[in-house]
């Protein structure tokens, strides 16, 4: 098993920045399987979505085309860390983050922090 656990979440003005943290914690070889940790979100009223992804090398990137230029998600292996850095943040990216870890292949499981919540005021 993998647990999940977001920090970083809170209340800032448009045009401000905050930095998500996911913490990965478990047993050694399950953390190992994991292929891509992701960001995603959900606004109220709204389906969540695909914010960014980071493969487990950190090689390949994927974000989403509304953050695309403004976020950056990295990651830190010694650490089990992956971060989401937010910038130039607006109204409309206001919802719940959640983290995501994939390992992919037939024994194929999907693990999801709980969020944390960002709100930015306008």
């Known amino acids: 098993q993998v647990q999940l656990v977001e920090s970083g979440g809170g209340l800032v003005q448009a045009g401000g920045s905050l930095r998500l943290s996911c913490a990965t914690s478990g047993k050694i070889a399950a953390i190992s399987s994991i292929n891509k940790m992701g960001w995603y979100r959900q606004a109220p009223g709204k389906q969540r979505e695909m914010v960014a992804s980071i493969t487990s090398g950190g090689s390949s990137t994927n974000y989403a085309a509304s953050v695309k230029g403004r976020f950056t998600i990295s990651r830190d292996s010694a650490k089990n860390t992956v971060y989401l850095q937010m910038n130039n943040l607006k109204p409309e990216d206001t919802a719940v983050y959640y983290c995501?870890?994939?390992?992919?292949?037939?024994?194929?499981?999907?693990?999801w922090g709980k969020g944390t919540l960002v709100t930015v005021s306008s």
């Open positions: 995501n870890a994939l390992k992919l292949g037939p024994m194929m499981r999907d693990y």
